[in-house]
């Protein structure tokens, strides 16, 4: 992975340089349901406003374009995702079922996203700790508002910590041409009321690092948030594009090591959280799809979106130009287990 930390690109550049509405990446996996919703009763889920129907024969998942009882009367319908098939590739991984969209010659499960403090079969993962959220906006734009997490401590104050400056905030990041990973420092940060009172950390304040590893072209955000006193918050946070103006998150936690009341509580915490993201996501929308939209503002917290920003656009030109290839420096099956700041040892 790149090291190194960019500055943030001139403002003149972000504000000439940035298409949204172009951007239809494809060649990717889509984590587009939780495993355990998908049986043998058809289901429907949407990428890129592109139908996908969802069902299980013999238990092995199947994906295609068109209702299992219409298949064969919508044949001469069959499109180029599934190579005139109807069905598109699918593979069961670490809870989720994932379709690829794009060429099926080139579907391969070398570039399902690897999620190292998930289970691969996804069989351990209680109901509970899965969620679903929609929302009323892009997904580029919902990831800029996970990549800068400062707006969590006014907008989620009760989760992720209370009122009152830190001792130290500082962000870092780094990048591939196919991923984005965003790293918070904060030293002597309030307590959230939640993690006090659910969590049982009777301290005032707390150290927090929390990892946002990003893959560009499915919107996929792994995230592993540390708190110290305290304990690891990690989860999965797919925005599966189900359109211009709509986005799909299948949530999916992993907090065995905290305790019991938290583990129950906190997944529920996305419906309290997610809404209230939406409160601000929906207004922007428009504004951040307009290719004459007025320039950003920035303070020394954007340099992640900036830089997702460039990123994404140079992934969009070289698919115009027809290359969908993933670069040498590109390997999304990566572990990524050291980059989060993950420690075996404790698992």
Known sequence: MNSKVDAVPSRQKLATDWLPS???????????????????????????????????????????????LHMAAMKSEYSEFTA??????????????WVWYGNPANATLDLLPQIPFLPRDGSSIPAYMRTTVRFDGCSPLSVENLLDL????FLHGEVVGGEGEAESDEVEYSHTSE??????????????????????????????????????????????????????????????????????????????????????????????????????????????????????????????????RLLMKKLWERQQNGDFSYAGDADPGADIAALLGMDRALE
């Open 179 to 308: 991923t984005l990973t965003r790293t918070r420092i904060v030293t002597h940060k309030p307590v959230s009321p939640v993690m006090r009172w659910v969590g049982g950390v009777r301290a005032k304040y707390q150290d927090f690092r929390s990892t946002l590893h990003v893959h560009l072209r499915s919107n996929l955000c792994i995230s592993y948030p540390r708190f110290r006193p305290g304990f690891d918050i990690p989860n999965v946070q797919p925005f599966v594009p189900s359109g211009k103006y709509r986005s799909r998150v299948n949530q999916i936690f992993n907090l065995q090591a905290a305790p019991l009341p938290f583990r129950h509580i906190m997944p529920r915490m996305a419906y309290v959280v997610g809404p209230q993201d939406n409160s601000v996501v929906r207004p922007q929308t428009p504004v951040y799809l307009s290719d004459n939209a007025p320039r950003d503002l920035h303070s020394r917290f954007d340099g992640p979106g900036a830089r997702y």
């Open 22 to 68: 172009n951007f239809d990446l494809r060649d990717t996996w889509f984590a587009v349901a939780h495993a355990n919703h998908v049986s043998a009763r058809p289901i429907k889920r949407v990428m890129h406003a592109r139908q996908c129907y969802l069902w299980r024969e013999n238990g092995t998942p199947v994906a295609a374009e068109f209702h299992p």
């Open 150 to 153: 400062t707006h969590a401590d």
């Open 84 to 97: 005139g098939s109807g069905y598109f590739p699918v593979a069961e991984r670490y809870g989720y079922v």
